[in-house]
């Protein structure tokens, strides 16, 4: 069975305005036939951006994408969106379980469970966020802890359509860290195993990206690492010169 596509999401947090369409139009235009037949391209900007991206975006190989969602599909949530509202506003994708929502907002693995499901019901892929401490990692327990997230956060039923698996270790995300390139290999290989094990061939085309800190200048060693189908790209994603550096750096396969 081919390896799976190569992804490259760039999640621009809570960065971005109106002006920063400038950038987003230079994604749209570097993303070239050559790029794009090599990886796909997502982004995933702050969702006052969405429809205006998505706007942008129609009739491009570029996808935008949202960075978290409610369970429910409407109702009395101030404040929440709901999966099919990110849908209707031109998301094909949406980030659960980021680990800054995680530890911010306590979000446990049955809520990225749940929401997982919510991406599902309206038709979207969804970006499971999975990941380690470096207390964890220097405990030795990273892999227990990958493991139990998956575990509690993937529901069955899961295809590689709908699936993808971020992997980001906590320590590495926004400080210039990076495990070194055995461990991404060994932690994404078992990830494989994990969802192979769980899904049959599904897991196998299923998606599983790094991040944390992915830049320009490790991108090329990073992303030609066994099992590493792409990146999900935050602080370097909100520069088209960077974000299609990185995406530039996939492999041909
Ligand atoms: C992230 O928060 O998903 C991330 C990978 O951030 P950065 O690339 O800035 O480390």
Request: net charge negative; glycine share 10%; aromatic share 6%.
């Amino acid at each position: 069975m081919p390896t799976p596509k190569p992804l490259i999401a760039g999640n621009w947090k809570m960065n971005g305005l109106r002006a920063s369409k400038g950038e987003f139009e230079a994604m749209i235009a570097g993303a070239t036939p050559e790029l794009v037949g090599r990886a796909d391209i997502l982004v995933c900007p702050p969702v006052t951006l969405l429809t205006l991206f998505a706007d942008f975006a129609a009739g491009s190989p570029v996808s935008v994408g949202a960075q978290d969602t409610h369970t429910e599909t409407f109702g009395a949530y101030t404040g929440f969106l709901s999966a099919e509202m990110l849908a209707d506003a031109g998301a094909s994708a949406v980030i659960v379980g980021h680990s800054e929502r995680r530890a911010i907002l306590d979000e446990t693995d049955a809520m990225v469970h749940a929401k997982t499901l919510a991406a599902w019901r309206a038709g979207l892929a969804a970006i499971i966020c999975v990941g380690e401490t470096r207390a964890e990692r220097d405990a030795g327990t990273a892999v227990s802890v990958v493991e139990r997230q998956l575990a509690h956060s993937v529901p069955d039923g899961a295809t590689d359509d709908r699936l993808v698996i971020a992997y980001e270790p906590i320590w590495a995300i926004g400080t210039g860290l990076t495990p070194t390139s055995a461990d991404i290999e060994y932690m994404h290989g078992h990830i494989r195993d994990l969802l192979v094990a769980r899904f049959g061939v599904e897991g196998r085309g299923m998606r599983i990206l790094y991040g944390g800190s992915l830049k320009p200048s490790n991108a090329k060693e990073i992303l030609a690492i066994p099992n590493v189908d792409g990146g999900l790209i935050g602080g370097a994603s909100l520069k088209a010169a960077d974000f299609l550096a990185i995406a530039s750096a996939v492999p041909a396969r």
